[in-house]
């Protein structure tokens, strides 16, 4: 879950767009896309062509969900660092008007710099 005082989603891994979609299906517009998905152990977030969405699953059975949307239009600035030889993690930071900054940390296998390729295309449209 996105924590935000500690403002920070862990070990995301790359997972699929068309299963998030289908997930996400009650509450995306109707013009919105899915244009990049990732998941942690229960948790997952979902870049849209509008939005960063949060999605927190709560409880023992995993029935309660939580969908926080970070809309991309309240990005201020944000930050890509790529991994390393001994540190195997990458990291998205992302400032949000009125809200501070959120961390998301990805594990092996996400492409980084395509992520922050794409926020900076939403950013300075």
Do not use: C, H
């Not at 540190?87 to 980084?112: M, Q």
């Amino acid at each position: 879950m996105i924590d935000f005082e500690k403002a920070t989603f862990l070990k995301l891994a790359p997972s699929e767009t068309a299963r998030a979609a289908e997930e996400l299906q009650g509450i995306l517009l109707q013009d919105e896309q899915v244009v990049l998905a990732f998941k942690g152990m229960r948790d997952s977030v979902v870049f849209t062509n509008l939005r960063v969405i949060a999605v927190n699953v709560q409880g023992i059975t995993g029935k309660k969900v939580d969908y926080t949307s970070l809309p991309l239009s309240k990005i201020q600035a944000f930050s890509v660092e790529t991994a390393g030889t001994l540190d195997l993690d990458s990291e998205l930071e992302l400032w949000f008007s009125g809200l501070g900054k959120v961390r998301l940390e990805f594990s092996r296998g996400a492409d980084i710099k395509l992520i922050g390729r794409l926020i900076g295309q939403w950013v300075f449209r």
